[in-house]
């Protein structure tokens, strides 16, 4: 049997992690998303309607994420199409995440010498 | 709901059909969570700039997948060909260089080459593109020299040495390797992935 090495993916596009982190917090749709990627970034990364789904055609290409068949919310919009993480795409999340917190300790420590 | 954008339901026609076939309605039914949510000129402002971006990029990116790649190649053998056989028949003889090009892709495209031609692999698709331009620029170095000794009347051997064995062939390499080049998908979508044994 074989699997998928998740550092084999990084780095990820910003707008992919952005998603995957989205997705973090459970099931979403695509509108959703948006304003959780609106939010997680304080408004500074905004998603047009394409980008967002050319971004989540990419995940589930990958395999970083999956549309899910039925709808988590009862009276939700029937027409919505929910997606998740898939367990290759909570590892690489992770994986991107310790990545960039690798390249913050390493700025911090560099630039703070000059800063103090 | 998405019934009451009829303009941005037309404009998501843009995008390649497969994208649209299968995002289609959640577009238009964003782009209408959009306008109840924040207004029509926020919502247009945003999705303009969207649809200046991607429907660009998408097209561009359904026009390099492998089947539309293969294509492309098949599209330039012909007219290498049709080139070649053309220039021999009004008696540019050089024109046989056209013929050989598009014989070497020919066979290329029948054999395991093709397979690696067809790899998406944005990395291999910017080294081949790269390696064109370079022989492009050796030719066109090599024809600058060449062009110069004709307007000074004097042809020295060097010279037509060095055009007809460097210039020549980092043309007919330059066309080839911008058509494999041009040929390889970008690989963002498939980026090869290294199996781990477990």
Redesign the interface.
Known sequence: ?????PS??LPL?QAQFHVLVALTEGERH??AI?QAVESSSDGNV?????????TL??LV??GLAEELVGRPVADD?Q???YYRLTGLGQQVCAAEAERLARLVRITRSNLRPGMA | MAARHPVYRSLVRL?PKA?RG??G???V???A??VNDRGASAAWA??G???I???P??RLEHFMTEQHSATTLNVAITLLAAGGVLSVLMGVYPGVLLLVAALVLAVAERSTIARAIRTPDSNRRRRRLGIAAVLALIFLASIGSYAQDLNDDHISGASLLVHNAIGVPAMVGAIIFLIVGLCTPKG???????????
Do not use: C, E, I, Q
């Open positions: 049997m074989t699997r998928l090495d084999s993916l596009p695509g509108y948006m905004r998603m047009g309607p394409a980008t967002l789904y050319g055609k990419r290409d990958r919009d027409r919505r199409r | 995008y994208f299968h995002y309605d959640d577009l039914a964003h782009f969570d959009l945003r999705t700039v969207d649809l971006v991607t429907v990029r998408y963002s979508d498939n980026r090869p992935v290294a199996p781990v044994v477990s």
